[in-house]
């Protein structure tokens, strides 16, 4: 069970979201609130899994505020980063403060069942979960690492960004499991990647991707 937390100004909204994350096998809803204050003390006393943050709460802090207080409480909490708009201030942040557990997705995708439990399941895991639409978005700058993969790589990569594990890659992509491993592996030598990172390499690599696309 992946305990949640839930920020969001906008009350119909916030109802909405409740109800829906609570008819989702393996989620539960442990409170929602409606601003950052209240979402940072929420998150100290209830110590959930994952909170949901809307980008823009209509007073201070935001929700990137919010999401860094409460990582400075407690590192293993999951943050989502909710946005009605492509927030380019927020893919710098997570790239350049190498972020781990932090994701970021539209709220258009949230009535997309699959990709907000990717978001939520990745993020409570440590992962970095980006929208799909965003992805679908970004392309590697010329020049840079992630330019250098092979379309297929790219392909991958894309996929490990929106927090698609190794066998959902394989069935999309229409691959054996060992073939998925490989490339990934081949991924990782490509963007020299420190295994002996706090961080995990998965999460590295999509923090490369953020960082080298445009």
């Known amino acids: 069970m992946v305990r949640v937390l839930i920020v969001e100004d906008e009350g119909l909204f916030r109802d909405m979201l409740k109800t829906y994350l609570g008819s989702i096998p393996n989620l539960e809803v442990v409170e929602a609130v409606s601003d950052g204050e209240a979402a940072i003390e929420a998150a100290d006393r209830l110590q959930p899994d994952v909170v949901l943050l809307d980008i823009e709460l209509g007073s201070q802090p935001n929700g990137i505020a919010a999401g860094r207080a409460i990582k400075q409480q407690n590192g293993n909490i999951g943050i989502i980063v909710l946005s009605a708009h492509k927030e380019r201030e927020y893919l710098s942040l997570v ?3 190498e972020y ?19 978001a939520i399941e990745g993020t409570a895991s440590g992962l970095v979960v980006m929208d799909p639409c965003v992805v679908n978005n970004m392309k590697p700058r010329s020049g840079s690492i992630t ?5 297929r790589q790219q392909e991958v990569l894309a ?7 190794n066998a959902a890659i394989a069935e999309k992509l229409v691959l054996g499991t060992k073939s998925v491993e490989n490339y990934i592996n081949a991924i990782y030598q490509e963007l020299s990647l420190n295994h002996d990172d706090s961080l995990h390499p998965r999460v590295q690599a999509v923090l490369s991707y953020i960082r080298d696309s445009s």
């Not at 781990?100 to 990717?118: E, F, H, I, N, P």
């Not at 330019?147 to 379309?151: C, G, I, V």
């Not at 996929?159 to 594990?165: D, K, L, T, V």
């Open 159 to 165: 996929m490990m960004a929106q927090g698609y594990n």
């Open 95 to 97: 790239a350049k403060e």
């Open 100 to 118: 781990s557990g932090w994701s970021y997705l539209l709220k258009q995708s949230v009535s997309d069942a699959s990709a907000l439990v990717r």
């Open 147 to 151: 330019s250098r993969l092979t379309p």
